[in-house]
């Protein structure tokens, strides 16, 4: 499962199965981009209970990721 964390409060890093974690940098409300690689986005997903889940988007395609 990709994961994304916040260990220090400040900073989210997803997390893809045998890769390191990868910083991501708001560039809009919502939206997010993978430091190291400006062609993957990442999309959180929310309604009124909160974030439920979230889309990557990269040059091979995109996949939604449920909240565990």
Request: aromatic share 14%; glycine share 10%.
């Amino acid at each position: 499962a990709v994961e994304v964390k916040n260990p220090d409060g400040k900073v989210l890093y997803v997390v893809f199965p045998g890769q390191p974690q990868y910083e991501l940098v708001p560039y809009q409300q919502g939206k997010f981009r993978l430091k190291a690689f400006s062609d993957t986005k990442v999309e959180f997903v929310a309604d009124a209970n909160g974030i439920n889940g979230f889309w990557i988007t990269d040059p091979s395609g995109e996949g939604f990721h449920k909240r565990l």
